[in-house]
């Protein structure tokens, strides 16, 4: 899947919008701690080429290894390690003072084919 960089009237881009909608469920996954949804979290961006900052990794990091699942450890290091590997040419989301999950309501909205 390839995201377009179309620029929308607002001045917000489907990648920036895309960037957002994972940083709000990574961040929402480690505030609950839970290591198979930051898998989940980590994995379907990296398969998008979108990786979290330094912060976010850290702090997934924690939450990975306090856990048992070995298998989201896994995860977590195969993604780090794709990050590392094209470092030049990915794309980075990150969590600004006023990333907070999203609402179910914001997930509701008819997204229209790209």
């Known amino acids: 899947m390839r995201i377009r960089r179309q620029v929308q009237p607002n001045q917000i881009t489907y990648e920036s919008e895309l960037g957002r909608i994972l940083a709000s469920s990574l961040v929402d996954a480690l505030q609950r701690r839970s290591t ?20 976010l990794f850290e702090w997934s990091r924690e939450v990975v290894e306090s856990d048992e699942v070995y298998i989201c450890r896994g995860v977590y290091w195969a993604v780090r390690h794709r990050c590392s590997r094209t470092a030049k040419t990915n794309r980075r989301f990150g969590m600004s003072a006023n990333t907070r999950p999203l609402s179910r309501q914001y997930f509701a909205f008819n997204w229209r084919e790209v």
């Open 36 to 55: 198979r949804d930051v898998a989940v979290v980590l994995g379907s961006a990296a398969e998008l080429q979108m990786f979290p900052d330094e912060a």
